[in-house]
């Protein structure tokens, strides 16, 4: 079974641009996340998706980032503009919510690095 | 105050050393205990996984929840270098949301 795919795993861009992350949960996983993780801090959670509803997205910044799950299944985030400050390892999870094996599977992440 | 607090280390212990690692948490609603391994420049891996109170083990690996005390461990036995990541414990309570420590950083010196 595939695990969580995101793509790109690598991205550099100038502060002010946009940019874009993606992602494809397990196959039958209804809910995602997208999270953000700092350097030595564990993942913050900005955003979980119920099937195709975002049903928390209190610490998403929202002027500048937004996400979508089209279908419920592959999602998006995106970011703009960049600022300085963002530059981070963003991670995206699923897991099979309503069933007792309610781990979370992570993505290899995707690191961003504005300059 | 957070939901969860990990000492964030960094930890360096010899090779074939018993490493404890150790969370607490605030809210006794919490049911599922989790601890994930990092490795640099990875995603996190689910390690160990917990329902409600006692013991768990996995190989070399022991995953410990004491819901009188809102404490959880992870204790690693013989522990090799390739044991040498990032140990973030993780707690639920519907099972759909996720709390995390920051991560415990521990080094296995050959």
């Known amino acids: 079974e595939a695990g969580v795919v995101q793509s790109p795993r690598y991205k550099i861009i100038e502060k002010k641009q946009p940019v874009a992350f993606w992602c494809n949960p397990i196959?039958?996983?209804?809910?995602l996340y997208w999270y953000l993780q700092n350097l030595g801090q564990g993942p913050e959670l900005l955003i979980r998706?119920?099937?195709?509803?975002?049903?928390?997205d209190s610490q998403l910044p929202k002027d500048r980032f937004s996400a979508e799950r089209l279908k419920g299944v592959d999602s998006t985030l995106k970011i703009q503009p960049a600022e300085l400050g963002d530059s981070a390892v963003y991670l995206c999870?699923?897991?099979?919510?309503?069933?007792?094996?309610?781990?979370?599977?992570f993505g290899q992440g995707t690191r961003l690095t504005v300059v | 105050q957070k939901e969860v607090e990990q000492d964030p280390g960094p930890l360096s212990v010899p090779e074939g050393a018993i490493v404890s690692l150790n969370c607490t948490y605030s809210?006794?609603?919490?049911?599922?205990f989790m601890w994930y391994r990092q490795y640099s420049r990875k995603g996190p891996e689910l390690l160990m996984y917990?329902?409600?109170?006692g013991n768990k083990e996995d190989g070399r690996f022991t995953a410990q929840v004491d819901k009188s005390s809102k404490y959880i461990s992870l204790f690693i036995r013989d522990s090799q270098p390739s044991d040498s990541a990032t140990y973030l414990c993780?707690?639920?309570?519907?099972?759909?949301?996720?709390?995390f420590g920051t991560g415990t950083s521990l080094t296995v010196i050959p």
């Open positions: 809210n006794s609603a919490f049911q599922y």
């Open positions: 196959s039958g996983h209804n809910t």
């Open positions: 998706y119920e099937n195709e509803e975002a049903v928390d």
């Open positions: 993780a707690i639920s309570n519907t099972g759909n949301q996720f709390y």
């Open positions: 999870a699923s897991s099979r919510a309503g069933t007792e094996n309610t781990e979370a599977f």
């Open positions: 917990t329902y409600s109170s």
